[in-house]
């Protein structure tokens, strides 16, 4: 397609409603004549499972839909698979109304474009690891040999090399749910839909799943719709990150967007426990440099400069403002005894530094080790601001009183 900055949409639903029921359709006139979802069940019996729900995927994105028990999450996965169809509104995939293709096509999308992973593993306990895994490739006919080879591979990406013949009820979860990846990765799927895949395994194994998982989508490149009731589980692996509430979206943002400016009390208290440096990037609390000096001035002029700015030390750049150092205003005094004239004589290399995307997090080790300023560099190394311990204290701190953004 073209190849402008802005990234292609792969999955796209518009106006999403999925009623559960014997008449639906009169359900949403129901609806449009302002009946609420409560008096619709009282009186009539149906479940409004989702609402109105639109939202857009980019191609290779990680979208995370979260939201508590019952919300609508695994009904819209479902609509995006066909395995049942919306009430009202329209899916596209690929710019291709769902809604428009015919059986054959809905079950070639099934088969080679579009993956599921589901909470309860769902393998055959009586097939060994690798024909799990090559079910779907099984399913598309491929010869076996070939299916094999192909699953074997899949099998060492999820780290389960060596347990091919094993039947999958001799595994652990975590190990179940390493088959059940492999299994949808396994037919190379240009989508992944994972349906709390991770919400079974315990603490410490997720953990681990979530790291590999990313890990792993390095060196393959998929579009994933990931579902999740757990709030940090959504912030670690959402790019974006859609909140649902009773089949409505209610915030749709990147973590820090949720984290920082919760839409309502529902997602606010979601986010309560959410410590800010986890997610809020050093962008947010980095200041301007106090005080910047090249490499080829002197020793004079620093302490001059510092003096001026009332600090205690500068930030030493090189001609492309790349940052070379840091120095204090006592070794800049000792350079000018000890007769030196350029800064470039002084520079160590010693500079803590971090980049403008990390969050704030990580900058607390490095501010714990060393007196020395944090500074931050872009990707080549030019030096773009610096973190002050004040206010790394209070982007900590801010976190303890809840948000400081609720109102
Ligand atoms: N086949 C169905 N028939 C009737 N109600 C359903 C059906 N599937 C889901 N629901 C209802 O729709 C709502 C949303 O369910 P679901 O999408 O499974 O939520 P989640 O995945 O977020 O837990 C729930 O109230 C659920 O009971
Ligand atoms: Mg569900």
Redesign the pocket.
């Known amino acids: 397609m073209s190849e402008t900055e802005t990234p292609r949409v792969k999955i796209s639903c518009r106006n999403v409603w999925k009623i559960?029921g014997h008449d639906p359709q009169n359900t949403l006139n129901l609806i449009q004549n302002g009946m609420t979802k409560e008096e619709i069940l009282e009186q009539t019996g149906h479940?409004i499972?989702v609402r109105d729900i639109s939202f857009d995927v980019n191609e290779g994105e990680i979208f995370v839909i979260m939201?508590l028990?019952?919300?609508?999450?695994?009904?819209i996965i479902r609509c995006l698979n066909r395995l049942i169809d919306p009430t009202s509104g329209q899916i596209f995939i690929d710019d291709v109304d769902l809604a428009t293709m015919n059986e054959t096509e809905i079950r070639m999308t099934r088969r080679h474009q579009i993956s599921m992973v589901f909470q309860q593993f769902a393998l055959f306990p009586h097939r060994s690891v690798i024909d799990n895994v090559a079910y779907g490739l099984e399913v598309q006919g491929i010869p076996k040999a070939e299916r094999r080879e192909r699953a074997w591979e899949v099998l060492n990406m999820v780290g389960l090399k060596g347990w091919e013949n094993y039947h999958t009820y001799e595994l652990s979860g975590g190990m179940q749910q390493r088959v059940g990846l492999a299994r949808a990765l396994a037919v190379d799927p240009e989508i992944l839909l994972m349906d709390e895949a991770f919400s079974a395994l315990d603490p410490l194994i997720r953990r681990q799943m979530q790291d590999e998982f990313l890990n792993l989508l390095t060196q393959v490149h998929k579009t994933i719709i990931f579902i999740t009731h757990d709030l940090s589980e959504a912030l670690k692996m959402g790019e974006r990150v859609a909140i649902?509430k009773d089949?409505l979206i209610v915030q749709l943002g990147s973590p820090e967007e949720i984290v920082i400016g919760p839409a309502d009390d529902y997602v606010t208290e979601f986010v309560r426990d959410v410590p800010r440096s986890k997610v809020v990037p050093v962008r947010n609390i980095m200041k301007d440099p106090a005080v910047t000096l090249y490499s080829w001035q002197g020793p004079k002029v620093a302490v001059h400069e510092m003096r001026q700015n009332d600090v205690q030390y500068a930030f030493i750049l090189d001609p492309g403002r790349r940052l070379r150092g840091v120095i204090t205003r006592d070794e800049a005094k000792q350079a000018i005894k000890d007769g030196i004239t350029r800064l470039s004589k002084l520079v160590k290399g010693n500079a803590l530094q971090i980049g403008p995307n990390q969050p704030i997090e990580e900058v607390i080790p490095l501010a714990a080790t060393s007196d020395n300023p944090v500074a931050v560099i872009d990707e080549d190394e030019r030096l773009i601001g610096e973190i002050l311990r004040t206010e790394l204290l209070l982007g900590m701190t801010r976190e303890d009183n809840g948000n400081d953004t609720k109102q």
């Open positions: 559960f479940i499972a939201g028990s019952g919300s609508g999450k695994s009904t649902m089949g």
